[in-house]
């Protein structure tokens, strides 16, 4: 395997004295040891209140909002098929990173406004052009879409970014939610310098507030069991929240799961933090984090034109995963796509979920 210049060095001098990228055996003990390890914080969602309601087509929308004791409030929306009032299946579904920090939420779903011009585009190149929690609720179960650390209503304002990263919103050619996005890309490098030196990580922050949102979600009278789904940086969330929450009874990870030591070799760049929290390499590979969960049902779709990982890493992964449910509940499939939850993936992942959470 190659890698880049004098990482060469690196990777061999760490692996032999540090011990990189661990076959870990999956199970509660990984998870617990994972939770601790990325720092990832005990939050409760608090004195939550409903802002506004809507209906849309088959679907009728809630706004919900609440406190996780930092920031501003969290804005989520909750999504039910319209004149439904009995118990549903709830999937919480995870927004990606993208690269778009002005919007949370508002990726996946919407509200009474509609999407953005920003948030069209996205949905373009990622997810076939829809807002698939939508199509999930219209199909008999209750979504739940929240803002998490760092987007949406959760951003950071520009007035709180250093002045030197700040300065990348000043392209008036942009519009105001790109010129943000150009800052928010970069402001990401300091905000897992604080997260850090505070003892937790980008990624404890984010999975933290999942897990408060999935637990409200899983309280609610009228939700049964609950799942959870994401492509890119929303697997990723899937994946944590998956291995932390041994209640969330199905996973759908998307576009988001390589062994880590294929990134080497020029995929490093491309991601965000929350895929490289702090001292997690040296307890275990990323796969086996994915797999922690086993037996419960876990679904990855790996999509083969993916630029973002290297097709020997996603086969890799594969693997690793498929030894550590010896009895089934696993279900890995390679779908000839870019990077991307188009709407061939969608209509599986939503069957597949169907399937789990409607027993």
Not at 82 to 90: F, K, S
Not at 156 to 181: H, N, T
Request: glycine share 12%.
């Amino acid at each position: 395997m190659r890698h880049l210049g004098v990482f060469s060095g690196l990777v061999e001098v760490a692996g032999r004295r540090r011990g990189l990228f661990a076959d870990a055996v999956p199970g509660a003990a990984l998870a617990e040891a994972a939770r601790e390890t990325i720092g990832t914080l005990d939050l409760v969602a608090a004195d939550v209140r409903t802002e506004r309601t809507w209906e849309a087509g088959d679907v009728a929308g809630e706004e919900l909002s609440w406190d996780v004791g930092f920031g501003p409030r969290t804005r989520a929306y909750l999504l039910r098929p319209r004149g439904e009032r009995g118990r549903l299946p709830g999937v919480v579904a995870l927004h990606c990173h993208a690269g778009m920090k002005w919007a949370g939420k508002e990726k996946v779903a919407d509200g009474p406004e509609g999407p953005s011009a920003e948030v069209r585009r996205l949905r373009e190149e990622i997810y076939g052009g829809r807002a698939y929690a939508g199509e999930l609720a219209g199909r008999g179960f209750a979504v739940l879409v929240p803002d998490v650390f760092g987007w949406g209503s959760r951003r950071f304002p520009l007035a709180d970014m250093p002045d030197r990263v700040a300065a990348y919103a000043g392209d008036p050619a942009l519009s105001e939610a790109d010129r943000y996005d150009a800052a928010a890309g970069h402001h990401e490098h300091v905000l897992e310098k604080y997260c850090t030196l505070l003892g937790t990580s980008m990624a404890g922050v984010v999975a933290g507030e999942d897990l408060a949102a999935a637990a409200y979600l899983r309280g609610r009278p009228d939700v049964g069991e609950v799942g959870c789904v994401g492509v890119s940086g929303g697997g990723l969330r899937a994946a944590l929240l998956g291995a932390f929450d041994p209640e969330v009874r199905a996973v759908a990870v998307v576009a988001m799961v390589s062994a880590y030591a294929d990134l080497l070799d020029g995929y490093v760049a491309s991601h965000t933090w929350m895929l490289y929290p702090p001292g997690l390499s040296r307890l275990c590979d990323w796969p086996a984090l994915v797999a922690a969960r086993a037996p419960r049902p876990l679904l990855v779709q790996y999509a083969e034109r993916d630029a973002l990982f290297p097709p020997e890493g996603m086969r890799r992964a594969h693997e690793a995963i498929a030894r550590r449910y010896p009895g089934g509940g696993y279900e890995g499939v390679f779908h000839d796509a870019p990077h991307s939850f188009d709407v061939p993936m969608q209509e599986a992942a939503f069957a597949w979920l169907a399937k789990r959470l409607r027993t």
